[in-house]
């Protein structure tokens, strides 16, 4: 398949491109680096020996996307494009809301424009409301919590509603739980800018010597270390989840899957897992809890495994090994 992957050079877009090429697919980038490197492209096709074609260009300028899906004979569409950090779209959220809702929309748009209504939509487990508890099955309760969240579920919303409206329409959904690691060969990962949100990505420039300590947020949860607890997935496991999805989605209709391993692994640790992975020491100080975090989110990825023959195969170690060689090239 001719494959768009809008923000193909981000961290879940440019995994998945490498699978979707390894499988033989087409692929074509579209991205405006608002959150990625301008030679991730080049990296991901060292890494898979195959062209792959992209375009610069914002879903907030509609004829950028028009010219691509016009002329690119695009079959489906994987929309990883989206601003993601919880904390930043607390301080702006007209920006999350323009970008990741407009975004959408201006998409869907220039798909139906010109006959594409096949789509993979990168959604997230933030949509599920707090008073979930874990496993969380995908007819859990939604209800986000911050802006972020809230543009992932309004962005259901809009993608259901579609579907009512015009059943040619093939949706899938997938939630993602925390992806984490890298591609094996390190030349690609995760590469927030700044001082990273996330755990993991924290975790390595730790250990790297860029930052001193891993501040834990708050070990008084009712865990069994008293840290929080996540669904750490590595990222070559949700982009082949992002495959298996797409050679799926061929019903119309709309489908929603939780990508998670069903596994929940505390702050603490995942930072030993990484010490241990790695033979390294990371340092780390227990500070006070970041408002909004939930004590404990895993996936039941049982829908996943039925219907997509989603059966993620790395473990905790293989992500922190990949986080790390991906850290230690990044440096240069
Ligand atoms: C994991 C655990 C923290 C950083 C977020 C988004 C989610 C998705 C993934 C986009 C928690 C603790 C973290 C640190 C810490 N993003 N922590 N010190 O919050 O589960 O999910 O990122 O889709 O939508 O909400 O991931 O890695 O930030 O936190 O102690 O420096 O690590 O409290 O328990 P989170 P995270």
């Given at each position: 398949?001719?494959v768009?992957?809008?923000?193909?050079?981000?961290?879940?877009?440019?995994?998945?491109?490498?699978?979707?090429?390894?499988e033989?697919?087409?692929?074509?980038?579209f991205?405006?680096?608002?959150n990625?490197?301008?030679?991730?492209?080049?990296?991901?096709?060292?890494?898979?020996?195959?062209?792959?074609?992209?375009?610069?260009?914002?879903?907030?300028?509609?004829?950028?996307?028009?010219?691509?899906?016009?002329?690119?004979?695009?079959?489906?569409?994987?929309?990883c494009?989206?601003?993601?950090?919880?904390?930043?779209?607390?301080?702006?959220?007209?920006?999350?809301?323009?970008?990741?809702?407009?975004?959408?929309?201006?998409?869907?748009?220039?798909?139906?424009?010109?006959?594409v209504?096949?789509?993979?939509?990168?959604?997230?487990?933030?949509?599920?409301h707090?008073?979930?508890?874990?496993?969380?099955?995908?007819?859990?309760?939604?209800?986000a919590?911050?802006?972020?969240?809230?543009?992932?579920?309004?962005?259901?919303?809009?993608?259901?509603?579609?579907?009512?409206?015009?059943?040619?329409?093939?949706?899938?959904?997938?939630?993602?739980?925390?992806?984490?690691?890298?591609?094996p060969?390190?030349?690609?990962?995760?590469?927030?800018?700044?001082?990273?949100?996330?755990?993991l990505p924290?975790?390595?420039?730790?250990?790297?010597?860029?930052?001193?300590?891993?501040?834990?947020?708050?070990?008084?949860?009712?865990?069994p270390?008293?840290t929080?607890?996540?669904?750490?997935?590595h990222?070559m496991?949700?982009?082949?989840?992002?495959?298996?999805?797409?050679?799926?989605?061929?019903?119309?209709?709309?489908?929603?899957?939780?990508?998670?391993?069903?596994?929940?692994?505390?702050?603490?640790?995942?930072i030993?897992?990484?010490?241990?992975?790695?033979?390294?020491?990371?340092?780390?100080?227990?500070?006070?809890?970041?408002?909004g975090?939930?004590?404990?989110?895993?996936?039941?990825?049982?829908?996943?495994?039925?219907?997509?023959?989603?059966?993620?195969?790395?473990?905790?170690?293989?992500?922190?090994?990949?986080?790390?060689?991906?850290?230690?090239?990044?440096?240069?």
């Amino acid at each position: 398949m001719r494959v768009l992957i809008t923000g193909g050079a981000g961290y879940i877009g440019s995994h998945t491109a490498v699978e979707l090429l390894s499988e033989g697919h087409e692929v074509i980038i579209f991205d405006n680096y608002s959150n990625s490197s301008t030679t991730v492209p080049e990296r991901i096709a060292r890494i898979t020996g195959g062209p792959l074609t992209c375009f610069r260009g914002d879903l907030l300028r509609p004829s950028d996307l028009d010219l691509v899906i016009r002329d690119q004979g695009i079959d489906a569409v994987i929309h990883c494009a989206g601003f993601k950090a919880v904390a930043e779209s607390v301080e702006d959220p007209l920006m999350y809301y323009r970008n990741n809702l407009t975004g959408l929309i201006n998409l869907l748009d220039a798909m139906a424009e010109h006959d594409v209504r096949n789509l993979v939509f990168s959604s997230s487990a933030t949509v599920y409301h707090a008073s979930g508890e874990s496993p969380y099955q995908e007819d859990s309760l939604v209800g986000a919590n911050n802006p972020y969240g809230r543009t992932k579920e309004m962005s259901e919303r809009v993608l259901a509603d579609l579907v009512a409206s015009d059943p040619t329409w093939a949706v899938t959904i997938l939630r993602y739980f925390n992806p984490i690691g890298a591609h094996p060969s390190g030349l690609i990962g995760d590469d927030p800018e700044g001082i990273p949100a996330n755990l993991l990505p924290y975790v390595a420039r730790v250990a790297a010597g860029e930052l001193p300590a891993v501040q834990i947020y708050g070990d008084d949860y009712d865990t069994p270390d008293g840290t929080g607890i996540r669904d750490y997935i590595h990222i070559m496991d949700l982009a082949r989840g992002h495959v298996l999805a797409l050679l799926e989605n061929r019903e119309p209709g709309m489908r929603v899957y939780n990508l998670g391993t069903g596994r929940g692994t505390s702050v603490k640790e995942l930072i030993a897992a990484f010490e241990a992975a790695n033979g390294c020491v990371v340092p780390s100080v227990v500070t006070a809890r970041r408002p909004g975090d939930l004590p404990v989110v895993y996936a039941d990825p049982t829908l996943a495994r039925q219907e997509l023959g989603f059966t993620p195969r790395y473990s905790l170690e293989e992500m922190c090994a990949h986080a790390w060689a991906w850290q230690r090239l990044r440096q240069g």
